[in-house]
């Protein structure tokens, strides 16, 4: 076990939240999971949320801001990007894991059977871009996982919350209170979440997707709120009327795995059109 990047496949927390939240219309079935059994997975999941609670403080999220804000890493078409996070390479068996390519398609392909508009669909399909950041040699937790508020006291719905007792804002007056530095129903566009995938992708793509899309990057691995509602004190009416958005988009995340892996040559040329029609040429991430 790499004693920084705990998990074996970045997927695993993933997987995990299967076992957390498994689809209500199905009976969960062992083999929806990868081979790797359950015990192991538990471990490395705990270890991993373990370092994460530990090391996402309110400053940490500064200083990565300040690092990954100003997008002076890498200049990259779309499907560049794309290409390049599958390189991604993780030490679980390849012949049972998905790529992230996949996961991104059977994300989106699902939300285009379903008839949804065509933004929804390109959102499924970019949603995890934001894991380039393990290419840029960042740690598993600071890339994937849960995400939650800091700058307040973390709530106890958050998976693993034991591990808060490691981390040094639990013990800043200014942060361990109820509301932290915020106030009530400030609105979560005032509200620092944890570091990762999800936050970075949000802030590339800006400028270029609806507010419903917007919120489904940001927000997508919130758990403790879209599935839990932990922190409704923070929210203000347009995150309440947006996170029904967020809630309909992580049905297709966590449930869209299917043992079939999508024809990624065959499906290019659509997600090229689809791509070029909401974002510009090259993307500095
Ligand atoms: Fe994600
Ligand atoms: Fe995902």
Known sequence: MNSNNPLKSLDHWEDDLLERYPEKKKSKKKDDFR??????????????????????TYEFVIKKEKEFLSFNKRKMKVWDAIDFLNTLVDDS????????????????????????EDWFILTGFLHDLGKVLCLFGEPQWAVVGDTFPVGCRFS???????FFNDNLDIHNEKYNSKLGIYNENCGLENVKMSWGHDEYLFQILK?????????????????????ENAYDFLLND???????????????DLYSKAPKPPNTKELKPYY??????????YINF
Request: aromatic residues 14%.
């Open 207 to 227: 400028p270029h997707l609806p507010l419903p899309a917007l919120y489904m990057i940001r927000y997508h691995s919130f758990y403790s709120q879209h599935r």
């Open 272 to 281: 090229q059109d689809l791509i070029s029609k909401f974002l510009p040429e």
């Open 93 to 116: 068996d390849p012949d049972l894991d998905l790529d992230q390519t996949q996961h991104l398609l059977q994300t989106s392909e699902a939300i285009r059977n379903d008839g949804h």
């Open 35 to 56: 081979n790797y059994t359950d015990s192991e997975r538990q471990k490395t999941v705990s270890e991993f949320y373990r370092l994460n609670h530990k090391f996402q």
């Open 156 to 162: 106890d719905s958050i998976v693993y919350p034991e």
């Open 238 to 252: 347009q995150d309440h009327e947006m996170f029904e958005w967020v809630k309909k988009f992580n049905q297709y």
